[in-house]
């Protein structure tokens, strides 16, 4: 049973509903059978889901939920947690740009309800491992640990913690246990406690058999302090029971042969469609189309305009990059200072640059299928989707080397053979501006380029090398609460 706050096609602000949506799927094809528990945010279709109402206590309220159970196969379900005064709401996680002030209670009662419709499953799947995404299900490791007796079919589960972005914690004030009648002894310094306050994703790491976050690069990052956002010591008190699983893509949406928001395809043998979006997506951005353009190289950014995302660096550099032999595609939102800073370089260089604000599905796929190069400068990214969705398509990446996108990018030099992209180590613009400028010269060396553009494509990052890697960890969580019972 996974338990988590978001997954497409019912609700998403980012990767962690990608994940969610195509683990279980794949884990299905490896013949693993899986139920996945959602909230029923308001808009989300449960048509012809099977309803089972349940009083789910939390603390010293009890909450009157309907949960909505959908068989999407033979294998694989899907239970939205029905509770309106909780997810029927403009947001999922806030309003106005505010976190709403009962989130602690809101999540936490998706975290009850889950182990309660497990508990009392009428069609008797069973569940051998719990695996809880990020800290919205943080309550469910430790819930399950700390009162085995009430979920007597869940004790012996296996429990696994996956982390998807360190640095979203669920953290709330220390009146947040007793309301929730948790005890005392899950906020000590080896439990939830954190600065005073009661953090969720710290008590699941603390609880959990076993922790996972979404690349191994990321996995090493998070044991330091500059990118442990706190949680470092603990992460590091779990030694070897923390690993990192770099995510996959869906390799049927993400598909140059088949993509349906085309103007064209094509394929590792046969390129000639990319040329035909590239043209398209210049046409579309009001840039230059002539002989000239379609020569030079071509660089799309598609990103949220926020600081994590190394935004800042581009804005910092905007005229060196405009200076190159290059055009740019930009794509997304963000804070108003990046949107302003984007908008206003483009309107200095019309001819070079175009800046979208907003996110339009069509055109994201369009700038990954047109664009020679994608540029990622992300500060911190814990795995990074969009590399790969480039790689796939022909468009050779660029990115600071953190992350899964140090995991998935291994950078050009003279003798490197099976080079995919480039990367640059320093965030400062400086290194950015010469890490582009090395790929824009490159572009004109068409056998080498030729041959980054095919390694790229070759590589396989789908779901089911990744899926592998999890039930590899499940099994280990399953031995590990065989073998050392309840904590």
């Not at 403009?90 to 309800?113: H, I, K, M, T």
């Not at 993400?254 to 043998?269: C, G, V, Y």
């Not at 613009?429 to 400028?437: G, I, K």
Request: glycine share 8%; charged share 25%.
């Amino acid at each position: 049973m996974m338990v988590a706050s978001e997954a497409t096609p019912w609700s998403k602000t980012g990767g962690l509903a990608d994940v969610v949506a195509a683990l279980p799927d794949t884990l299905e094809r490896l013949g693993h059978r899986s139920t996945v528990v959602l909230p029923k945010y308001r808009g989300t279709d449960a048509a012809g889901a099977f309803r089972v109402s349940r009083s789910v206590r939390l603390g010293a309220v009890t909450h009157h939920v309907v949960l909505h159970v959908a068989d999407l196969s033979e294998r694989r379900r899907v239970v939205f947690v029905d509770a309106p005064d909780m997810f029927d709401r403009d947001g999922y996680y806030g309003a106005g740009g505010a976190d709403y002030p009962d989130n602690a209670e809101r999540f936490a009662l998706l975290s009850v309800a889950a182990l309660e419709f497990a508990e009392h499953d009428e069609a008797g799947w069973g569940v051998d491992v719990v695996h809880a995404h990020d800290w919205q299900a943080g309550l469910v490791p430790t819930l399950l640990r700390v009162d085995p007796g009430r979920w007597p079919r869940l004790a012996s589960a296996g429990l696994v913690v996956t982390i998807h972005n360190l640095a979203y914690q669920g953290v709330f004030p220390r009146d947040t246990v007793p309301t929730l009648g948790l005890p005392w002894s899950v906020f000590t310094m080896a439990t939830g406690e954190y600065w005073g306050q009661f953090s969720y994703l710290k008590s699941a790491i603390a609880y959990a058999d076993r922790v996972t976050t979404v690349s191994p690069t990321y996995a090493r990052e998070t044991l330091g302090v500059e990118l442990g956002f706190g949680l470092d010591g603990v992460l590091r008190s779990r030694g070897d029971r923390y690993t990192g699983i770099l995510n996959g893509i869906d390799t049927a949406v993400w598909d140059p042969s088949s993509d349906p928001l085309l103007p064209a395809h094509f394929s590792a043998e046969d390129l000639t469609g990319k040329s035909v979006c590239k043209r398209e997506l210049l046409e579309r951005c009001g840039l230059p189309v002539g002989d000239d353009a379609m020569a030079r190289p071509l660089i799309g950014l598609v990103s949220r305009l926020v600081e994590q995302k190394g935004v800042d660096l581009v804005v910092e550099a905007g005229e060196a990059l405009a200076s190159l032999d290059a055009t740019w595609v930009c794509l997304g939102s963000g804070e108003a200072r990046f949107e302003d800073a984007f908008r206003q370089w483009a309107a200095r260089h019309p001819s070079r640059v175009a800046a979208i604000v907003g996110f339009d599905d069509r055109l994201a796929h369009l700038v990954e299928a047109g664009a020679d190069m994608f540029l990622m400068p992300s500060r911190f990214e814990p795995c990074g989707l969009n590399q790969m969705y480039s790689l796939r398509y022909g468009t050779v990446p660029i990115v600071h080397a953190v992350g899964g996108l140090d995991d998935t990018v291994q950078p050009y030099t003279a003798r490197a053979r099976r080079a995919n992209g480039f990367k640059f180590k320093d965030a400062t613009a400086a290194s950015l501006v010469r890490t582009v400028r090395q790929a824009v010269r490159l572009f004109d060396n068409r056998e080498v380029w030729r041959r980054l553009v095919a390694q790229g494509m070759a590589a396989d990052h789908s779901w089911e090398t990744s899926a592998k890697e999890y039930v590899k960890v499940y099994r280990r969580a399953r031995l590990d609460a065989a073998t050392h019972g309840v904590a």
